[in-house]
């Protein structure tokens, strides 16, 4: 089974490049993140014709999140969440769901703007809510998978200029002690159980030519339960939609499961 996220940046705009990804690739679940259509303007038809079903939580302009998973894989969405007791947030941030023996969770977790600024203390905050979410996630279901844009970089190694970063908004400490405080729940990072070498980015600015240059980080994770890491086998940043027409400014991250 793979298994994908790809945050498109409005999915009305990256439909041509989401179909022509999904013929080539053909992946069995994928999670997106910033789709910015509203519900009733999700693309419903055009995703069942290139052989996907969907679950989605939206709203106009802004966040929004879907999982897609491929007719032959697909039993039924069960148990979809799309918000978190105890979380008031308007913003579609959230959407978990039961696909065959595996339960996903697809996270756009909120940026913060800066250090300092109430956006910050916000999305920390919500890092701590979605963390008591999954921990009572993993007790129910050993199966699972917590992927999407993270907007946080793990480390320095997924930072192409650890220096100029420093301590900056995605980069601040406060913000990976939240993320690892998230994966001591017994969550592993999958693609770092493949490539522990720095320099693999899902993410670079559209200024600067920065993805030519590589100037990325990577802020795109597929995190999975202990039950799940002898099943992985392969975990890749497909860094090809980057370099396609009008392109998100992230790429897809994907990971193999043996199950």
């Not at 013929?23 to 014709?49: I, S, Y």
């Not at 240059?213 to 802020?219: K, S, T, V």
Request: hydrophobic share 40%; with cysteine; proline share 6%.
């Amino acid at each position: 089974m793979k298994i994908a996220s790809w945050n498109v940046n409005s999915l009305k705009v990256r439909l041509p490049q989401l179909t022509q990804w999904l013929a080539d690739t053909q992946p069995d679940v994928v999670a997106l993140q910033e789709t910015k259509l509203e519900d009733a303007k999700f693309p419903v038809d055009e995703l069942a014709a290139a052989g996907y079903r969907v679950a989605y939580s939206g709203q106009k302009t802004y966040n929004g999140v879907a999982i897609l998973a491929r007719d032959g894989v697909h039993h039924g969405f069960g148990d979809i969440v799309t918000d978190i007791p105890g979380l008031d947030d308007p913003q579609r941030r959230i959407l978990a769901a039961t696909i065959g023996g595996l339960r996903v969770v697809d996270l756009y977790v909120v940026n913060g703007k800066a250090v300092g600024d109430e956006k910050y203390a916000y999305k920390l905050d919500w890092l701590a809510r979605v963390r008591e979410f999954l921990a009572r996630e993993l007790e129910r279901h050993p199966n699972l998978v917590v992927l999407g844009d993270f907007n946080i970089c793990p480390d320095d190694r997924d930072v192409y200029d650890p220096v100029a970063w420093g301590e900056d908004i995605l980069c601040s400490p406060p913000e990976r002690a939240a993320l690892k405080a998230i994966t001591d729940l017994g969550l592993h990072d999958s693609f770092r159980l493949f490539q522990p070498e720095p320099g693999h980015y899902s993410w670079w600015d559209y200024r600067q030519a920065a993805f030519r240059r590589n100037m990325g980080l990577r802020i795109d994770l597929i995190l999975i339960g202990e039950a799940l890491k002898s099943a992985a086998t392969a975990a890749a940043i497909d860094r090809e939609p980057r370099r396609w027409e009008r392109p998100s400014d992230h790429t897809p991250v994907t990971l193999d499961l043996d199950i």
